[in-house]
C-alpha cells in the first residue's frame, strides 16, 4: 500500500511562492508517476502538473506554465511543487498523487489513472 503525505502549504500574499513537498512511503517513489491535482470549496479537483517516474517529463495546466514547476528526487522517494508568482485564483487544497509506471517517460493528466492520493495541503493565497 501505498502512502502519499503533503506538506508546505499556507498562507502567502498575492506574488508570493511556496513549495508544496509530497512524501512516497511503502513503495519507491521511483516507482510511479506522480501529480499534483488541486480542489477548491464546492469545485471539482483540476490537474496541476504531473512528472513522469523518471523526471525526465513533465506537463503543467495552462495556467501554472511559467509559474509552478513540478521536480522530484526519487533518492528521497519525494516530490515538489514550486509555486511561484502566486494568485489569489490559485487558492486551493492540493493534493498529491501516484500512478504505478513502468515506462520512464509516461505521465497522465487524467484523475482516473492516479491510484493513490494524499490528503493535501491547503495553500491560500490573499490579495
Known amino acids: 500500500q501505498v502512502q502519499l503525505v503533503e506538506s508546505g502549504g499556507g498562507l502567502v500574499q498575492a506574488g508570493g511562492s511556496l513549495r508544496l513537498s509530497c512524501a512516497v512511503f511503502g513503495r519507491p517513489g521511483r516507482d510511479h508517476t506522480m501529480g499534483w491535482f488541486r480542489q477548491t470549496p464546492g469545485g471539482e479537483r483540476e490537474f496541476v502538473a504531473t512528472i513522469s517516474r523518471s523526471g525526465k517529463n513533465t506537463a503543467y495546466f495552462p495556467s501554472a506554465r511559467g509559474r509552478f514547476t513540478i521536480s522530484r528526487d526519487n533518492t528521497r522517494d519525494a516530490v515538489y511543487l514550486h509555486l511561484n508568482n502566486l494568485i489569489p485564483e490559485d487558492t486551493a487544497n492540493y493534493y498529491c498523487?501516484?500512478?504505478?509506471?513502468?515506462?520512464?517517460?509516461?505521465?497522465?493528466?487524467?484523475?482516473?489513472?492516479?491510484?493513490?492520493w494524499g490528503h493535501g495541503t491547503q495553500v491560500t493565497v490573499s490579495s
Open positions: 498523487t501516484a500512478a504505478v509506471s513502468y515506462i520512464d517517460t509516461w505521465i497522465a493528466q487524467e484523475e482516473f489513472r492516479y491510484s493513490y
